[in-house]
């Protein structure tokens, strides 16, 4: 998808039920530019993913109704989403060798800095600095 400047406009799917910590994530995001679109539990993940194919996942791991970990295995055995980067961001510290297994492509745990955040967005998406307008958090 191509905004009106010509640059590639880039959709992120932030999968996070608390608001508070989605509202966060989604300012982060949209203040850097990106398509930023919600979703509140596992199964709304997949089939939001699978609907609108975003360039980037970020999934929470702690989520109702499916968890981050088996939405991630769903998303990373379809040939339809297999390819889309998801970062597991979560706030249980000890859960990132079960999201490496789950076929999650980073790790980041809640709170994360905003920079902290869009590095490794940048770094999965490969973008270029002039599509990510990166704020400074300080």
């Given at each position: 998808m191509m905004g009106i400047s010509g640059a590639r406009i880039?959709?992120?799917?932030?999968?996070?039920?608390?608001?508070?910590?989605?509202?966060?994530?989604s300012d982060v995001l949209a203040e850097a530019n990106f398509d930023v679109v919600g979703a509140r539990n596992g199964i709304d993940a997949v089939d939001t993913a699978v609907k609108l194919l975003p360039d980037l996942i970020l999934m929470d791991l702690s989520l109702p109704l499916m968890g981050g970990c088996e939405a991630t295995r769903l998303l990373k055995s379809d040939a339809r989403t297999s390819s889309i980067p998801i970062i597991a961001l979560t706030g249980h510290h000890n859960f990132a060798e079960m999201a490496r297994q789950a076929g999650c492509d980073a790790f980041l745990t809640k709170p994360c800095p905003p920079d902290r955040l869009l590095d490794e967005v940048k770094r999965l998406l490969d973008a270029p600095e002039a599509v990510l307008k990166i704020p400074n958090h300080n």
């Open positions: 880039i959709l992120i799917l932030v999968v996070e039920d608390a608001e508070e910590a989605y509202e966060l994530v």
